[in-house]
């Protein structure tokens, strides 16, 4: 099997640990049930209406979250701040984001295509270590599973999708990029997903 020349990767739960238990974790400390924010969010309605806005630009951060914490039922004055207390519980995955700073360093074109969480999400100081190119939803007015955000990401690195794989850690944003020829990979932890990159770019990058 032909390697593979480049790779592009989601941002929240691939680069970071598990975005869904930072959710849990805010339920709790709101005295929401543990499921509140993601079945709002997975669910038809305004929760997920909600959402998309903010990852398309539609709303600000201000109006997210003032109209997001009324859709919870919390009191008002717990609407500052409510992005910020949802990703609380997020942290940095560091072998995950060595792993992409060795691909690049080794020749791999890299990226990121992220559905943004309104301004303010993203260490951009950092990007140009890890990426080549970088496509953020709010940013470019499209968010996955739209298959024009993958072909952008795809033109921003320079290469086809035939010879790029894609990383996320929700089987939905996965399809459309393999239609288009991606190459995907599922991510649950980086112990399994590193290896499998390694196999599709043929380089090492494990510590």
Partial sequence: MATR?????DFGGVLTTNIFDSFSAFCSAEGLAPEAVRSAFRNPGEGRDLLFDLELGKLTDEEF?????A??????????????????????DRDMEMAVVMAKRQG???GLISNSWGTGRYDHERFPEMFDAWVISGEVGLRKPDPAIYEMGAERV???????????DLGGNLKPAAELGFATVLHRSAAETI??????????LGR
């Fill in 5 to 9: 020349k480049g790779l592009l990767v």
């Fill in 65 to 69: 979250e003032q109209r997001f914490s």
């Fill in 71 to 92: 859709h919870l039922g919390l009191a008002p004055e717990r609407a500052s701040g409510l992005i910020e207390r949802l990703f609380g519980g997020m942290k940095a």
């Fill in 108 to 110: 791999i074109r890299t």
């Fill in 158 to 168: 320079g290469l086809p999708p035939s010879e790029l794989v894609f990383v996320d």
């Fill in 195 to 204: 290896p499998q990159l390694e196999d599709l770019l043929g380089v090492k």
